[in-house]
């Protein structure tokens, strides 16, 4: 078992950034492929991000270059670091771990509006 809690989600300006964090416990991640995912309104849920224990990443084409995933396998930590965020990046953000099956966070809201 995997439990997984975010938070850094908020209000933010156009323009501006945020940090998500994602605290994961239970299992050992060493074999947990991590990602954040989000939610818009009437969307389906879409990647965002993912990172490997081994630190390689990817990036949904709508983040990258504004979006940092980052891993820290000692204390089991997810982060995501977003700059530059647009309107359209408001969402609910989601952790999820994934091997054998999915683990998924119970999300965090970012709403990025003037």
């Known amino acids: 078992q995997v439990q997984l809690v975010e938070s850094g989600g908020g209000l933010v300006q156009p323009g501006g950034s945020l940090r998500l964090s994602c605290a994961a416990s239970g299992n050992s991640l060493r074999m947990y492929l991590m990602g954040w995912y989000r939610q818009a309104p009437g969307q389906q849920r879409e990647l965002v991000a993912t990172?490997?224990?081994?630190?390689?990443?990817n990036y949904a084409n709508s983040v990258k270059g504004r979006f940092t995933i980052s891993r820290d396998n000692d204390q089991n930590t997810v982060d995501l670091q977003m700059d530059s965020l647009k309107p359209e990046d408001t969402a609910v953000f989601y952790c999820r771990a994934s091997w054998l099956r999915d683990y998924w966070g119970q999300g965090t809201q970012v709403t990025v509006s003037s």
């Open positions: 990172v490997t224990y081994a630190g390689s990443t």
